[in-house]
């Protein structure tokens, strides 16, 4: 899918800025290439690079806000391009263990969490290009932690 042409509102990398599991699968690699060199069974060369085209299409390397969507870059040539249409609602997430976090509430239910070094502005600037796509929407108060249980007092 083809992003299109428009003007980039924001734009962050992820926290990690390397990826450890595709450095561990591209050594188990060489060290599979240097064994099947000696004659052993290459297995080893094949999982390293298994996990490391795995590794590779699967973690964001960065984010990117545009008026209409958002587009979550992973290693070329993957990136995923999400309209603001199917976007229910953000979420921003601090949890003492892991960090803070935003979470994207998909239309269908399904989310998404997003660990931008700047979680907090990416959650601010995220919100505003929604505001300013879909309006003003009472309905999904972000200020509340996000919980998804009503009160039935």
Do not use: C
């Not at 000696?38 to 490391?52: E, I």
């Not at 993957?78 to 892991?98: D, M």
């Amino acid at each position: 899918m083809e992003t299109p042409q428009q003007s980039l509102i924001y734009s962050d990398k992820t926290r990690r800025p390397v990826n450890f599991l595709f450095i561990l699968a591209a050594i188990a690699a060489v060290l599979g290439l240097m064994g099947w060199q000696t004659g052993k069974d290459p297995g080893l060369l094949f999982l390293g690079l298994g996990v490391g085209a795995y590794s590779w299409l699967t973690n964001a390397r960065s984010y990117l806000i545009y008026p209409e969507h958002l587009v979550i870059m992973f290693g070329n040539p993957r990136k995923r391009i999400i309209p603001f249409t199917n976007i229910s609602h953000i979420e921003f997430l601090s949890l003492p263990t892991i960090g803070d976090r935003v979470r994207v509430r998909l239309e269908n239910g399904r989310g998404i969490m997003l660990q931008a070094k700047d979680s907090e502005t990416f959650h601010d600037r995220l919100d505003e290009a929604l505001n300013n796509f879909h309006g003003p929407r009472p309905e999904y108060p972000l200020n509340d932690g996000g919980s998804d249980v009503e009160d039935s007092s």
